[in-house]
């Protein structure tokens, strides 16, 4: 009974970082079209703090630490298809960590990054999210 609340626990996590992750470039295309020192960007700043600190921190720490769990309890850390989604969870950990330092970035004023380097970064975690759901419901190797 354990283990089925740890999963219920983890695909929240998971649908929380995973809407931060997809909303937060998205909040930075608007920021980095925005004058810097206007209200407009001002409020962006505050928007993206709380959700990185609020929303999407909280929620892949909860990712991790559940994930890591259920892959030790139920298969043993064992599985060709479990090692490809640690893999792609990883590099989706390194986005977070990118946006992170741009939104850094931002609040310093010093965004050297265009709209459109964002529309494209923007891409990345629902490409990531598709090969790990693939990887967890069709477990192809």
């Not at 909303?23 to 703090?49: C, D, N, W």
């Not at 959700?51 to 559940?66: H, Q, R």
């Not at 892959?71 to 090692?83: Q, R, S």
């Amino acid at each position: 009974m354990l283990i089925e609340w740890i999963k219920a626990f983890h695909v929240m996590a998971v649908i929380s970082w995973m809407a931060g992750m997809l909303y937060l470039p998205r909040l930075m295309v608007y920021h980095a079209e925005a004058q810097t020192g206007s209200v407009q960007s001002e409020t962006f700043k505050i928007m993206e703090r709380r959700l990185l600190k609020g929303i999407i921190n909280p929620a892949m720490i909860a990712t991790w630490v559940l994930g890591l769990y259920l892959a030790w309890a139920i298969y043993g850390f064992k599985g060709g298809w479990l090692h490809g989604k640690i893999l792609l969870v990883v590099i989706l950990s390194g986005i977070h960590g990118i946006l992170v330092g741009r939104v850094r970035a931002f609040a310093e004023d010093r965004n050297d990054k265009s709209a459109r380097y964002y529309r494209i970064i923007n891409e990345v975690p629902a490409l990531l999210m598709v090969g790990i759901v693939i990887l967890v419901i069709v477990k192809p190797f």
